[in-house]
C-alpha cells in the first residue's frame, strides 16, 4: 500500500541532506518552473536570515502585496514552512502540493531522469514553489536551508537577495574556514541581482566581493552611512531607536524583536526593501516601521509567561554565534536565571558551553526529540569541565528538564536547539 502524502514526504529523511541542483532543476521543470510565477527575494547566512526573511515578508504584505514565504526548519508543524499572507498553509492546501510534486518525482523517475532520489529538503522546496503558484503571490521571501551554492533554493532567480551573517555552523558541509563559508553562501549572487550583505569577519567579506565581482551583482553593505540612535529595551520586549540610511530617514521606530543582533537583522532587513523599491516595487516608508514594529518570529528570545507567572525565555542559539547573541541579551537583562540545554551532535557544543554557562545560575541538560541530539550525560560532563563552578543537573526529557529549572527559579531560559524549542512549546501547549 502506498504511503499518505506527508509519510511519503517524512519518509524521505532517509535520504539525508545531498548538496546539488540537478534534482530540483529537473522537479520545477516537471512542474512547469512554478517559481517563475513570481518574484522572488532570497536570504542566506549563518544566522539572522530566518529574521530577515520574516521581516521582508511583513513589510511587503504591509506594502499591500501578496505574499509568500518560505522558511526552514519548521517548530511544530510543517505547514510553518509555507506562509501565504503570513499564515501557515491548510493541511489540505499542502497534502495536494505534496500529492502533486510525488507524481512528479515518480514521473522523472520512471523516465530515468533522476539517478537519486530527491531528499525531504528538496522536495519541500518545490512544494514550497508550487504552493506560491496556487496561491497567486506577487512576492515570496525565500530563506537558504543550507549554504547556499548547492542549496536547492538555488534555482530562483530573484530580484535581490541577501547575506546575513557568516559564522561557524555545519563545517562539515561548508567548510572549515570563514571563507570557504562566506563562499558557499555568496553562490546564491547572480548577475545584475543586488545582494545585501550584513557585518562579518574580513575573509568572509573577502570571499562575498570576489564572487559578486565574478559574476557581476551589485553589492551594499547594510552598515554603511546608516545612523542608529541608542537602542532601548522596552519591557514589552520590544526595542526602540532612530534609523536613518542612505535612502530614508525612518526616525523613531520599534522593533517587535528582542536582542541587539535583531537590531542588524532589521537594518538588513531595511536596506533590501529598498533594493526591491528600487527595482521597481511600491513599498514605502509607513510600510517598513509597520512591519518591524509587529514581526513575529517564534523561538528568538521569545518570552512565554504560564497563568501563574512562571516564564521561560526561549532562543534556539543553536550555534556559538547564536549562543554569543543570546549571551549579550542576558548580561544586558543583569541577572542570572537557570538555563535548559540540549544540543544537536554535530554543533561546536564546546562554544555554545563556554559562551552561556556564565550566563546561567544553574544548568540543566536534556535532550530533544531528535536522534541526533547529543547525551545529555556527555553534555554535563562538558559543562562539568567547562564551568566547574555551575550546578548541572541531568534530566531526560524537556517536560523534566523544565521542572527542574523551575524548582530553582520562576523565571528560566530554555536554548541550544530549535527541536528542544519545539518540544517545550508543546509541553507548554503552544501547538
Partial sequence: MALAPLDWLFSLAQFGIKFGLDNIHALV????????H???????????????????????????????????PHLLDLSERFAIDGTPVSQADMVAAVETVRAAVERLRDRGILEVHPTFFEVTTAVGFELF???????????????????????????????TSIAFDHEQYLGHTLRE????????????????????????????????????APLSWAMDDVALGPVVALRSG??????????????????AL??????????????LLEQLESSGLRIGTSAVVAALASVQWPGRLEQITLPDGRSALLDAAHNAAGAEALAVHLDRLGHRQPLVFAAMRDK?????????????????????????SAEPTELAALFGRLAPGVQVEVADTPAEALARAWN????????????????????????
Fill in 133 to 163: 503558484r496556487r496561491h497567486q503571490v506577487d512576492i515570496a521571501v525565500c530563506e537558504v536551508g543550507l549554504g547556499g551554492r548547492l542549496d536547492a533554493t538555488n534555482v530562483l532567480s530573484p530580484t535581490a537577495c541577501a547575506i
Fill in 408 to 431: 530553582a527559579s520562576p523565571h528560566i531560559v530554555v536554548a541550544g536547539s530549535i527541536f528542544l524549542l519545539a518540544d517545550v512549546m508543546k509541553e507548554l501547549g503552544r501547538s
Fill in 258 to 271: 528582542g536582542g541587539l543582533h535583531q537590531v542588524t537583522n532589521a537594518v538588513v532587513a531595511v536596506r
Fill in 29 to 36: 521543470a516537471e512542474l512547469g518552473h512554478p517559481e517563475r
Fill in 348 to 372: 561546536d557544543v564546546t562554544m555554545m558551553i563556554r559562551t552561556l554557562a556564565p550566563c546561567a545560575s544553574h544548568i540543566v541538560v536534556t535532550r530533544a526529540s531528535n536522534p541526533r
Fill in 38 to 72: 513570481y518574484r522572488t527575494v532570497h536570504v542566506a547566512g549563518t544566522n539572522g536570515k530566518g529574521s530577515v526573511t520574516a521581516l521582508v515578508e511583513r513589510a511587503l504584505r504591509h506594502a499591500g502585496l501578496r505574499t509568500g514565504r518560505y522558511t526552514s
Fill in 238 to 255: 520590544a526595542q526602540h531607536f532612530t534609523l536613518r540610511t542612505p535612502a530614508c530617514d525612518y526616525r523613531e521606530v520599534e522593533l
Fill in 181 to 216: 563559508i562566506a563562499a558557499e553562501k555568496a553562490g546564491i549572487l547572480k548577475p545584475g541581482v543586488p545582494v545585501v550583505v550584513g557585518p562579518m569577519s574580513a575573509e568572509a567579506a573577502e570571499a562575498i566581493v570576489a564572487r559578486a565581482t565574478a559574476v557581476g
